[in-house]
């Protein structure tokens, strides 16, 4: 039965826990992006962290705007950990605000990318053939393919739900890009242990925005 009580846009709510999927989803997924959040502290290449990147102390006082661009996103994991919670525990639906603030962060975060993308456009940063072909392909690839289906499916999405789809296409984009651009990084493990971390925690992230790009959303619709 459709509750009435409930904020809707084109006939879907804005926000309820039921969105997101079952409680177990929500928690699984929460802990995922709480190790993202972690993540985004623990050293990356060179002992330096998506942290230390967007306070530019990167080892050389080599710091500058590709550096910061590139640790932004790690950040993300904040609101998305804030949303799972809210999916857990919350009722009342989100404000227009709000998606509009997930936005913004979103689109700040993808632009950024695409910025951080230029020196491998103009063959300027130092990697090899392979490296600027999958780098370039992985980073427009993932943000103009998840752009693509989430125009298609966007009736079918709750508002709040395409919200984590910017989110989580905005942190894979980056991600993929920095996975391997320093997948060939030397160090100890412990100087690169958020690269390790990353790449075992983008795969669920993934999966995540597969489930909800597709899952129906009539299996919910009716709770």
């Known amino acids: 039965m459709n509750n009435p009580g409930r904020t809707q846009q084109h006939g879907i709510p804005a926000h309820s826990s039921k969105e997101l999927g079952p409680a177990w989803v929500n928690g699984l997924a929460l802990v995922v992006w709480l ?9 990356f290449a060179l002992d330096t962290s998506p942290w230390d990147a967007v306070t530019l102390r990167v080892p050389g006082n080599q710091g500058n705007w590709w550096h910061a661009l590139v640790g932004a996103p790690f950040f993300l994991a904040f609101p998305m950990v804030w949303l799972r919670l809210r999916s857990l525990f919350a009722e009342h639906p989100s404000t227009t605000l709000v998606r509009r603030i997930l936005w913004t962060a979103s689109g700040l975060s993808i632009c950024g990318t695409m910025l951080v993308e230029v020196p491998f456009l103009l063959h300027m940063a130092g990697t090899s053939a392979w490296q600027r072909l999958i780098v370039l392909g992985l980073g427009f690839g993932i943000i103009f393919c998840s752009a693509a289906i989430l125009i298609t499916r966007r009736s079918r999405l709750a508002p709040i739900q395409a919200c984590m789809v910017g989110i989580d296409t905005a942190y894979l984009a980056n991600t993929a890009l920095c996975l391997v651009v320093y997948s060939d990084a030397t160090g100890s493990l412990g ?9 075992v925690i983008v795969w669920p992230i993934l999966l995540e925005l597969v489930w909800i790009l597709f899952r129906r ?7």
């Open 35 to 43: 190790t993202v959040a972690v993540s985004a502290f623990l050293p």
């Open 217 to 223: 959303y009539s299996e919910i619709a009716n709770v």
């Open 191 to 199: 100087s690169r242990l958020g690269w390790v971390v990353s790449m």
